[in-house]
């Protein structure tokens, strides 16, 4: 899940992996699901072919009409922006298969809910290759805020239970195969400490972007409010990205044990230094 942000340029922005345009129209093969309502704006039975910019400019809509709703926190960033990316070992999904993830997704997250004539505008995403992303306007039709009570083991739980019924890797929770070997349960594990620390698409990765960026935005305000919660975040952001290194170190290890034979010895892999892969800065 990312920050919240004002407006929905930034996220679908991040979900087409450039900025919006007023020339480029997402078709029903990059925008695989929708609100329900959105078929009062079409014409006959076709999706809209809107540019992204018209995406944006539509899903905004909600904030404009109703400059005085705020959340339970008192603020305004009304965009919410989350992402589900497929393992490097799943197969390949079909268009209709992102839709139910993307139907699935917004019902557990609170953005969708069957006969709600009046819930949040939201649009799918499926732009860059095996990741869907799911942008919405908390703020209802009626002017009320979309609340999302236990919203990550609500996701969890649903991707889970996707994982199963699509057939997907589940990396967290599968137990190995009746006939794995020693060998062959060290590559797994090896295997998913990569996955969980991985800078492109790791779940520490993703983390620390968040504490980096909330840092960033403490950074403006008074003394008493932001510089020391900004050094601090900051600390956080080195701590995490210390792990990430331990992670791979281990995973590392644990790669070139699987590699010799059993009974050889293993030679030790060169554990990275702080200065190989330092902490991305948030723009």
């Known amino acids: 899940m990312h920050v919240r942000s004002l407006e929905a340029a930034e996220a679908l922005a991040d979900a087409l992996d450039h900025p919006v345009s007023d020339r480029e129209g997402l078709t029903g093969h990059t925008a695989v699901a929708h609100w329900p309502s959105l078929d009062h ?15 944006a ?23 919410w922006h989350a992402d589900v990316r497929l393992a490097p070992v799943d197969r390949q999904l079909t268009g209709p298969e992102w839709s139910e993830i993307a139907h699935r997704l917004a019902r557990a997250a609170g953005i969708a809910t069957p006969g709600d004539t009046n819930g949040c505008r939201w649009i799918a995403v499926q732009a860059q290759p095996r990741r869907l992303d799911l942008i919405a306007n908390l703020i209802r039709a009626d002017g009320t805020w979309t609340t999302q009570p236990d ?27 009746p006939h794995a070997t020693a060998v062959g349960a060290t590559a797994q594990l090896a295997q ?21 960026h909330a840092a960033h935005r403490l950074g403006p305000l008074p003394h008493a409010y932001g510089p ?29 044990a699987s590699h010799q034979t059993v009974g050889a010895p293993v ?15 948030t723009p």
């Open 267 to 281: 030679r030790p892999v060169p554990r990275p230094t702080a200065a190989s892969a330092p902490p991305r800065s």
């Open 57 to 79: 400019t539509h899903l905004d809509v909600p904030s404009w009409n109703h400059p005085f709703a705020a959340s339970p926190q008192e603020d305004r960033f009304a965009i």
């Open 228 to 256: 020391a919660s900004e050094h601090q975040l900051e600390w956080i952001a080195r701590r995490l990205h210390g792990i990430q290194q331990d992670l791979n170190a281990v995973a590392a290890d644990l790669s070139a």
């Open 41 to 55: 704006f079409a014409h006959g039975d076709k999706q809209p072919t809107w540019t992204s910019q018209e995406w």
């Open 151 to 177: 919203l990550h083991r609500r996701l969890m739980t649903e991707c889970q239970r996707l994982e199963t019924d699509l057939g997907l890797l589940q990396p967290f929770h599968a137990p190995p195969p």
């Open 192 to 212: 998913l400490l990569h996955q969980l620390a991985d800078e492109a698409t790791g779940p520490l990765a993703t983390v620390r972007t968040l504490v980096e």
